[in-house]
C-alpha cells in the first residue's frame, strides 16, 4: 500500500525547544517538500530535495532544517529560532509527472 | 516571479446547485496547473491537473477546470455539488523546467447548504 506517512498527528514543542517531524514515502519518489499551512494562507514552500544528500532553501526555510539521508525519509526539524512554530505541516513528493503527492500532515502547538 | 490568486476565499452554495471556483495565475513562461482539495485535519488531494493538451480537464469527483491561457486563468467548476464537496480547494502553478515547486493560492473554501 503506497503513500506517504507523517508523524505525529499532533506534536507539542516547549518554548526553547527543537522539535523533529517525520516524513516517508515508499512511492520511490525522487523529490520531496515541506510546507506550512497557516489558517486563511495557502501553502509555504519550507525546503525541499530533489536528490538524495541534497535540498534547498524554500520561501520561509528560517527558524527549520532538514535532512535526506535516505530516498524515502526527509525529517523536518523545527528549531527554537523559528518563532512562530504553531501551523500545519505538510510534506509531498513527487516524481516524473510534476505532480505532487501529500501526506496527511502534522500539526504543531507551542505549549 | 509566479503567483496564484483565487479570489473568493469562501463559497457558500446550495446542494445540487452548479459552483465555479475561480484562479488566476501570473507567470512570464509555461505552467503547469492543479487544483487540490483539503478534507478538515487532512493533507491534500489532487482533483486534477493541467500540463498540456487539450484546456478542458476534468478531474474526479465530478470536477473539471479550463486553461485559458489568454485570460491566465484556470476556473473550476463542477455542475451540481453534493454535502460531501464541502472542503478547502487549493489551485496551484509550476513551471515545467526548473525544481517543480508549486506556488499556492490562498485556497477557497467551499461550504455546501443542504
Known amino acids: 500500500d503506497g503513500g506517504i506517512t507523517q508523524s505525529p498527528k499532533y506534536l507539542f514543542r516547549k518554548e526553547g525547544q527543537n522539535v523533529t517531524l517525520s516524513c516517508e514515502q515508499n512511492l520511490n519518489h525522487d523529490a520531496m517538500y515541506w510546507y506550512r499551512q497557516d489558517p486563511g494562507q495557502g501553502l509555504r514552500l519550507i525546503y525541499y530535495?530533489?536528490?538524495?544528500?541534497?535540498?534547498q532553501k524554500g520561501d520561509i526555510a528560517e527558524g527549520y532544517s532538514v535532512s535526506r539521508e535516505k530516498k524515502e525519509s526527509f525529517p523536518l526539524t523545527v528549531t527554537s529560532a523559528q518563532k512562530n512554530p504553531t501551523a500545519f505541516y505538510l510534506c509531498a513528493s513527487s516524481h516524473g509527472d510534476e505532480t505532487q503527492y501529500f501526506g496527511p500532515g502534522t500539526r504543531l502547538l507551542v505549549l | 516571479a509566479q503567483s496564484v490568486t483565487q479570489l473568493d476565499s469562501q463559497v457558500p452554495v446550495f446542494e445540487e446547485a452548479p459552483v465555479e471556483l475561480r484562479c488566476n495565475y501570473s507567470?512570464?513562461?509555461?505552467?503547469?496547473l492543479f487544483w487540490y482539495v483539503q478534507y478538515p485535519n487532512q493533507g491534500l488531494q489532487l482533483l486534477l491537473k493541467y500540463l498540456s493538451g487539450s484546456t478542458l480537464v476534468k478531474g474526479i469527483n465530478g470536477f473539471e477546470a479550463e486553461f485559458n491561457k489568454s485570460q491566465t486563468s484556470f476556473h473550476l467548476r463542477k455542475p451540481s455539488v453534493h454535502i460531501s464537496d464541502t472542503a478547502e480547494y487549493f489551485c496551484a502553478v509550476s513551471e515545467p523546467t526548473g525544481a517543480n515547486n508549486l506556488f499556492f493560492g490562498t485556497g477557497t473554501r467551499l461550504t455546501v447548504i443542504p
Open positions: 507567470s512570464s513562461v509555461s505552467v503547469y
Open positions: 530535495s530533489q536528490i538524495v544528500n541534497d535540498f
